[in-house]
C-alpha cells in the first residue's frame, strides 16, 4: 500500500539538516505512524512478539520492557493478562515516558504497571520477569553496553522465562548489506517519504542507532547465558528472536 504523506504529521519534518536524531517530544507525537512507515511488516512483527512473548507468561511475574517507548509492545500483553502480572517500562526520554504515563495511567493507579526513568548504560530494572521485551532498543545504545544489558537481563529471567530481541541488522556481507538497504529504502519511498526525508534521517541516526549483524546479536545472547534461541521473524535487515532461559 502506498500512502499520501501529510506534511505536518511527517515523522521525519522536525528535523533540520543535521540535527542528530532524538525522541523529543516531536519524535513522541508522531512515533506509532513512524514506525508503522518505516519498519517493513511492523504489525506482523508487533503480533509475531506478543504470540511468541505469550508462551513465556508466567502468572505473578513482570513483564519487563526496555525501551518502551510509548507502550505498544506492553499494550497487548497489559490488555491480555491485566492484574494478574506486573509491567515494568523503561526509557530514558521524558516524553515518551510521559505518554505511556498517560496511557496506562489506570494501571499504574491500581498498582500493577510502572514506567521508569531508566539510562540502561547505567542501571537496569530489577524484578523476576518471566519475559522481557527488547524490541527496537538495543540499537540505540553504544556497543560497548550491550552485552552487560543482556547479561543483566538474563540474571533478571525466571527459569522458563524469555527474552524477546527485536533489531535492525546489517547485511552478513557489504554487498548483501546494501542489496537489503535498497529495499528498504524502496519501502520508506512507497510510505509517502521523501528520497530528501530518507537521507536527512539516515544523517540523523549515523553514530546513534548502530546495528550489528544478526550473528553477532546471536552470539551476545548467547554469552548472556541464553542457550535456546531462534528468530522467529525477520525482513531483510530486521530481525527479531526469542531467547529462554532452562
Known amino acids: ?12 519534518g522536525h528535523l533540520p539538516a543535521g540535527t542528530l536524531w532524538t525522541f523529543d517530544q516531536s519524535v513522541t507525537d508522531v ?19 506478543f504470540d511468541i512473548a505469550s508462551q513465556f507468561v508466567q502468572p505473578k511475574t513482570c513483564i519487563v520492557d526496555l525501551g518502551c517507548s510509548r507502550g505498544d509492545a506492553l499494550a497487548p500483553l497489559i490488555g491480555t493478562y491485566g492484574a494478574a502480572n506486573r509491567y515494568v517500562g523503561a526509557d530514558i526520554s ?23 526513568a531508566t539510562d540502561l548504560r547505567s542501571a537496569y530494572p530489577e524484578g523476576d520477569a518471566s519475559l522481557t521485551l527488547c524490541v527496537l532498543t538495543l540499537q540505540f545504545t553504544p556497543i560497548d ?7 543483566d537481563a538474563y540474571r533478571n529471567t525466571l527459569p522458563g522465562g524469555a527474552l524477546i530481541l527485536v533489531e535492525k541488522i546489517l547485511g552478513a556481507t557489504a554487498g ?5 538497504i535498497k529495499l528498504y529504502h524502496a519501502h520508506k519511498s512507497d510510505n509517502g517519504y521523501t528520497d530528501e526525508e530518507i537521507e536527512r534521517k539516515r544523517l540523523s541516526l549515523e553514530g546513534v542507532l548502530v546495528p550489528v549483524t544478526a550473528r553477532w546479536n546471536e552470539e551476545m545472547v548467547a554469552a548472556a ?4 534461541i531462534d528468530c522467529f521473524w525477520r525482513w ?7 531467547a529462554v532461559k532452562r
Open 176 to 180: 548483501l548489506g546494501s542489496a537489503m
Open 31 to 49: 512515533f506509532a505512524d513512524m514506525l508503522r512507515r518505516s519498519i517493513p511488516q511492523y504489525d506482523t512483527m508487533r503480533r509475531a512478539v
Open 94 to 116: 521524558e516524553p515518551m515516558l510521559t505518554a505511556v504515563r498517560e496511557r496506562f495511567a489506570g494501571e499504574i493507579a491500581r498498582g500493577y504497571a510502572r514506567f521508569n
Open 1 to 12: 500500500m502506498t500512502y499520501v504523506q501529510d506534511v505536518a504529521n511527517s515523522s521525519l
Open 145 to 151: 553496553y550491550r552485552q552487560r544489558i543482556l547479561q
Open 225 to 228: 547465558g541464553f542457550k535456546e
Open 236 to 242: 531483510m535487515n530486521f530481525a527479531g528472536w526469542v
